[in-house]
């Protein structure tokens, strides 16, 4: 026979994978654009299980498909405070989730908060641990560097995660490989965007003026070029 003890996790153990079904139903229902269904699928796992950061992260990320805004931060707010005391505030994994805060402000029209948040982030990420997350973990933490306006920050993200990779695997090894595309990947997304970030870092850190500047440039006072001051 069984003892109670026994009985209780079998019964734990039917009721998570009752609660993965659901939150799979509620995904697949998200993305053909039933949201009555997502919502009623992602309720109830999250009911059933409580504290589970998922199943409140299915349900803010719903919230903000459908437009309500605001119940998407409230809901945020709180797979942050369940992770960062899970895991703690540098950790990857806690980062990543408040960069889907920093794109929530963004959508409702705060980037003064979306910056905000992205630098604080990225000030307190664990580095020697983000170097250890997958391709995709990689790229969300150097997004969060470029919304901070920080990409020299989100170049640094591959170059530690490659050095890691190589030590860890070697040199030939895919997981360097596919690292390396990544890196190469932002190298050129960078280059294209290099006129707009150094427009957008004159805009926040002018250059001092010089003597030909005062003069307004022109014959015998050339202007100066534009500097990328950082």
């Known amino acids: 026979m069984f003892s109670g003890s026994e009985c209780e996790r079998a019964r734990a153990r039917r009721m998570a994978g009752v609660c993965a079904r659901a939150h799979a139903a509620g995904r697949a229902a998200m993305a053909r654009g ?17 504290g589970n950061p998922v199943y409140i992260h299915a349900e803010a990320a719903l919230a903000r498909r459908t437009g309500d ?3 998407a931060e409230r809901l945020f707010r709180r797979v942050i405070d ?5 895991f703690g505030a540098g950790d990857p994994r806690a980062a990543m989730i408040r960069d889907d805060l920093v794109e929530l ?4 029209g705060r980037p003064g908060e979306a910056r905000r ?3 604080a982030i990225v000030d ?6 983000a170097a250890r997350c997958s391709v995709r973990g990689l790229a969300r933490i150097a997004g969060t560097c470029m919304r901070a306006g920080r990409p020299e920050e989100a170049a640094s993200v591959y170059e530690r995660a490659g050095s890691w990779r190589r030590a860890m695997f070697g040199d030939g090894h895919p997981k360097v ?4 595309a990544a890196a190469d990947a932002l190298a050129a997304r960078l280059h294209r965007a290099a006129p707009a970030i150094a427009a957008e870092r004159r805009g926040r850190w002018p250059a001092a003026p010089t003597r030909a500047s005062r003069n307004g440039g ?6 100066p070029l534009p500097l990328l001051s950082g």
Do not use: N, S, T
């Open 105 to 108: 402000y963004l959508q409702m």
């Open 218 to 223: 022109g014959p015998g006072h050339p202007a």
């Open 124 to 129: 307190g990420v664990d580095r020697k641990a």
């Open 82 to 86: 369940i992770a960062e005391r899970a």
């Open 34 to 50: 039933d949201f009555d269904l997502a919502r009623a699928a992602f309720r109830w796992a999250r009911r059933a299980d409580p």
């Open 177 to 180: 490989a596919e690292c390396r």
């Open 117 to 119: 948040l992205a630098a």
């Open 69 to 71: 805004l605001h119940e």
